[in-house]
T-cell receptor, first 112, second 117 residues
Framework: QKEVEQDPGPLSVPEGAIVSLNCTYSNSAFQYFMWYRQYSRKGPELLMY????GNKEDGRFTAQVDKSSKYISLFIRDSQPSDSATYLCAMKGTGGGNKLTFGTGTQLKVEL | DGGITQSPKYLFRKEGQNVTLSCEQNLNHDAMYWYRQDPGQGLRLIYYSQIVNDFQKGDIAEGYSVSREKKESFPLTVTSAQKNPTAFYLC????????????????FGDGTRLSIL
């Protein structure tokens, strides 16, 4: 079983919809949680970076962490065609090396 | 223009050939990382370096080598021992050293796509 599970999609939604992207994990040592957006043939771009449980909002994006359930989410409000990309969750503990464990990514398409 | 520059964008390797992927950064970040991305597998760590002249193996280091002679540069060599080199290679950096590195997110370059001829 993978340490981090993420539904690969593809997920297709109409423009303006609220999108919910999720990851589950098994390692209780993870303390830092990230969401990256990756466009085709590009590197991942950091969207959200959170520590421990709770919510964090940045514009149309909200990251939610539930450590008791080992579950993290990214919500995108008022989705736009420019949000069409692959979304990667990543997480790490507090150990040395800053090593990240990634989900496999969810492919999102926002249609006009 | 600040950032992380990976070159070349596309690279082709012949059988038995070593190839080197470049990663340069002008962010003054201390830590640098190399990942490999394959479809359906997410990113996997190859090597990382937290300071100049020091680096550690990641989860899939076999068939790869690195050097860190300058803070700005962390080249990755894909050797002929790597039997399945076709992948998208990503370089990342993080600010801070030692215990501080753990508090910082990683930022990525735009990758090099390596294929076998």
């Amino acid at each position: 079983q993978k340490e981090v599970e993420q539904d690969p999609g593809p997920l297709s939604v109409p423009e303006g919809a609220i999108v919910s992207l999720n990851c589950t994990y098994s390692n209780s040592a993870f303390q830092y949680f990230m969401w990256y957006r990756q466009y085709s043939r590009k590197g991942p771009e950091l969207l959200m970076y959170t520590y421990s449980s709770g919510n964090k909002e940045d514009g149309r994006f909200t990251a939610q962490v539930d450590k008791s359930s080992k579950y993290i989410s990214l919500f995108i409000r008022d989705s736009q065609p420019s949000d069409s990309a692959t979304y990667l969750c990543a997480m790490k503990g507090t150990g040395g090396g800053n090593k990240l464990t990634f989900g496999t990514g969810t492919q999102l398409k926002v249609e006009l | 223009d600040g950032g992380i520059t990976q070159s070349p964008k596309y690279l082709f390797r012949k059988e038995g050939q070593n190839v080197t992927l470049s990663c340069e950064q002008n962010l003054n970040h201390d830590a640098m990382y190399w990942y490999r991305q394959d479809p359906g597998q997410g990113l996997r760590l190859i090597y990382y370096s937290q300071i100049v002249n020091d680096f550690q193996k990641g989860d899939i280091a076999e068939g790869y080598s690195v050097s860190r002679e300058k803070k700005e540069s962390f080249p990755l060599t894909v050797t002929s021992a790597q039997k399945n080199p076709t992948a998208f290679y990503l370089c990342a950096t993080t600010q801070g050293t030692g215990a501080m590195v753990g508090n910082q997110p990683q930022h990525f370059g735009d990758g090099t796509r390596l294929s076998i001829l």
